[in-house]
């Protein structure tokens, strides 16, 4: 029977997708004038340059034993379903999906590829099994690479794996954890744990998160980041429960959320800098919380923010809306007044007028700081910090010298803040 190999597409090709399409160009070009039967390894559907072809009408497909069918049934796979594509489309295996068969692992460079992508998804030290001429032996991922020879014959396995024999994990093995541990027979805190029960829960988590950020430790933020990560899934655990909702509608409003909201990106808004992209933000906010006016806005600060943010995220709300554009001067002027005010109503003795005052000195302090770019709460926690550490060694240099602390003249205390502040610089 007379054939044509196609070895020189593949010779000529630069990449596997323009492979994929020369060889489809190649067998139209050889069926102009007859019928020809182009023959692929396995199944054709997992041919790309099939699937090109398939798109004719005057094409017809016959079926063979698919390649990742072949490897499954000497893998003994436990499963009859599992997850098959060929190893040059490992780029796109993001998700975990076991068991696996990797077929196409015709050359080291290509095993190491998908050594890579799946170590970052099930840990290089799983045990898996390797094919080839028909014989399967098992290794560590690890070592996928590192085979003596590689052919078309060559195929990877890999089994589902226990959830506590596991080395890597994935959101969807933390949505089974928690509802694990939500059983009857699970964990007796966590199963009686409410929505009311850890509201407090994710605030502390966030600000442990900012400290480790703050400390710049990597580890730590790894640690917190996954600690709020939970307290978001054990909401989403607890919602499933009451049927209200599950991890998957909240990854998805917030998926869609993402992309309404980023027009610039996925729509036919235009953003130049980053003054513009977050006019765009703002304006598909406001459309997909029907807010009409800029009160809207302002009443949707939740009231649970702590209050100098919540000042300064209300403050920033009202200046879009053309309130308080006093600028840097104005805005230092009105300190002043606002701190003889307090000083006025101090006077006067009068707890509810002071109080009053000083609200609106600090709101003064809260928009100066939003003038000058200064978050409000990070720069007062940043100087708490400071005058922290400056008592601290305060403190220490006072009982060096065998002083008592609350028996200072107020020139000794001021030598000593000078000594101590020298030594925290």
Known sequence: MAYTSLDFVYEKSRSFTTLHKSLAKEVLEQAKDRNVAYCVDGSPMEDNSVKLLQKRKDVRLVDGVSKSSYFASLAKLSSCSYTALSAYDIGGYKRR???????????????????LALSDLIGEETQVKFIRDGKVKKIKLYELDREEKYDYTCALVVEETPLTQRARFDFIDLCDIISRLRQPDGC?????????????????EAYELMEAVNLADDDKILEESGDILLQAVFYAVMKEEEGAFNASDILSAECEKMISRHT??????????????????????????????????????????????????????????????????????????????????????DPACVKE??????????????????????????????????????????????????????????EYYKRAKELCR
């Open 188 to 204: 007796p805190w966590d199963r009686v744990q409410t929505p009311e029960s850890i509201k407090m829960a994710p605030v502390e």
């Open 357 to 414: 005052e000083m609200g609106d000195l600090l709101l003064a302090c809260v928009r100066l700081s939003g003038k000058a770019g200064v978050n409000a709460e990070e720069a007062l926690l940043d100087a708490v910090e400071k005058v922290k550490k400056r008592f601290c060694a305060y403190e220490k240099l006072v009982l060096a010298d065998g002083r008592e602390m609350n028996a200072l003249t107020r020139a000794e205390k001021d």
């Open 264 to 349: 610039h990106i996925f729509g036919k808004d235009h953003a130049s800098d980053e003054a513009s992209a977050l006019s765009v933000w703002d304006k598909n906010k406001m459309a997909e919380k029907h807010q009409t006016t800029y009160s809207d806005a302002v009443n949707d600060v939740p009231n649970t923010f702590p209050a100098l943010l919540r000042a300064q995220k209300t403050d920033k709300r009202m200046a879009k809306g053309g309130w308080n554009d006093a600028d840097e001067g104005e805005l230092s002027d009105k300190i002043v007044e606002e701190l003889r005010e307090v000083s006025e109503a101090m006077h006067k003795g």
């Open 97 to 115: 999906a076991l068991p696996l068969v990797v077929y196409d692992l015709d050359n080291d460079f290509t095993a190491g590829d998908v050594k």
